[in-house]
């Protein structure tokens, strides 16, 4: 990531995000950190005298900030100075129609998850993006933490021996009640039109599913079974509770808890990876803690930025040990492997690249791909089904 912070920026633009958007305003608190990318246009809003009005107070110039997302596009592709790459912070329903524009226009995309609704629609994305040269990115805003790559390591390294178990959950508590019903903000994401197949399954669960694929990427699922409840009736088909059970090739086993209605919880975002010889748990509300426990041993906490973690688990860090790195510091990690990227891409440096690891399009791929045999499952009745 060092390498792109004496760079130019990258000129870079926004649909979506606009004012009272607590995404956007994560996205551009993480791209804008270290000048690897600069605001210079967006589609801020389906109201474009809102949008422009916001543009404004971000102090961008007045003509490049367009009404939707086509007029974004080619508007920028006939400056000399246009736009290099786009993050799509939009709906779910809007994302590959988005996404595929911003590639045929020759631009880099980093995109909120899911990347959309289908397989079928994100291999289309993944061959474009192949096909143009250009990176399509996902933001899971947690796999940005030194912990996240301590576990990696620690599972690499054998330290935990055979891989058994893998518990994930991501299970809040805000949406116990129908609070879409005065909130539109909340609205859209049980509403199939516009959420897809799935609410918590596609919104929820599939970060820690992300952060289980990268601390241990040798696992692979075979069959799943899933099943999904939607506790509030008005939000039927979607869910806003799921279990999902998972058998991975090799051997291991998986479980999945997946809930809107987990009532007094705050996140419980966890990921616990079992070993035969000892066992590792993250909590994304202590994000700075890795939980290791050696079977026979005292349970110990490992801390971000400590001196003894794994060289992978440093590289990020912003501050010095002792003082807590959150969700901003994450994303923006995450953003300067995005900038990383896009940049030895655009110099062809193939080596750099196989260097990098961050969530690209085969990650937002995997995840549509999981949602829908979910789906497939729960719908067959909560039944096994091989994983295709």
């Known amino acids: 990531m060092s390498e792109t912070r004496g760079a130019r920026p990258i000129r870079w633009a926004m649909v979506g995000g606009g004012r009272g958007s607590q995404i956007g305003y994560i996205h551009r608190s993480a791209a804008l950190r270290d000048r690897r990318f600069d605001l210079v246009a967006g589609a801020f809003d389906i109201d474009h005298a809102r949008g422009a009005s916001f543009g404004a107070e971000l102090g961008l110039d007045p003509a490049r900030c367009y009404p939707d997302f086509a007029a974004l596009f080619a508007g920028e592709a006939a400056r ?28 880099h995309v980093v995109c909120e998850k899911p990347l959309c609704f289908t397989v079928a629609e994100a291999e289309a994305l993944q061959r474009l993006a192949a096909e143009r040269g250009r990176v399509l990115g996902v933001t899971y805003g947690y796999s940005g933490y030194g912990t996240i790559e301590q576990a990696r390591a620690m599972v690499a390294a054998g330290e935990l021996g055979e ?44 970060h820690p599913l992300y952060l289980s694929e990268v601390i241990c990427p040798e696992l692979k699922i075979r069959r799943l079974l899933c099943a999904r409840q939607s506790f509030v009736k008005s939000r039927a088909p979607l869910e806003d509770n799921a279990v999902t059970l998972m058998e991975y090739e090799g051997g291991a086993f998986g479980t999945v808890w997946t809930s809107a209605v987990n009532a007094g919880a705050i996140h419980s975002q966890k990921v616990r990876i079992v070993g035969s010889r000892a066992s590792l748990e993250w909590w994304d509300e202590r994000p700075n803690q890795l939980s290791f426990e050696v079977q026979g041993e005292p349970a110990r906490a490992l801390e971000r930025g400590m001196s003894y973690l794994h060289p992978e688990a440093l590289a990020g860090d912003h501050i010095s040990v002792g003082h807590p790195e959150g969700l901003f510091e994450s994303w923006s990690v995450l953003y300067g492997r995005f900038a990383a990227a896009m940049r030895a891409t655009d110099r062809g440096d193939a080596a750099a690249l196989a260097g990098l690891r961050y969530p690209d399009v085969a990650a937002g791929v995997a995840g549509v791909r999981w949602v829908e045999n979910c789906v497939r499952s729960a719908d067959a009745g909560g039944v096994w089904v091989d994983y295709r």
């Open 80 to 107: 000399a100075d246009g736009i290099e790459a786009v993050s799509v912070a939009t709906p779910n329903s809007t994302h590959f129609a988005i996404c595929r524009a911003a590639l045929e226009h020759g631009l």
């Open 163 to 206: 891989i058994r178990l893998v518990n994930l959950q991501f299970a809040h508590g805000f949406h116990s009640t129908a609070v879409e019903a005065d909130n539109p903000a909340i609205r859209w994401r049980v509403d199939p039109r516009f959420a897809g197949p799935s609410y918590v399954l596609g919104d929820l669960a599939t």
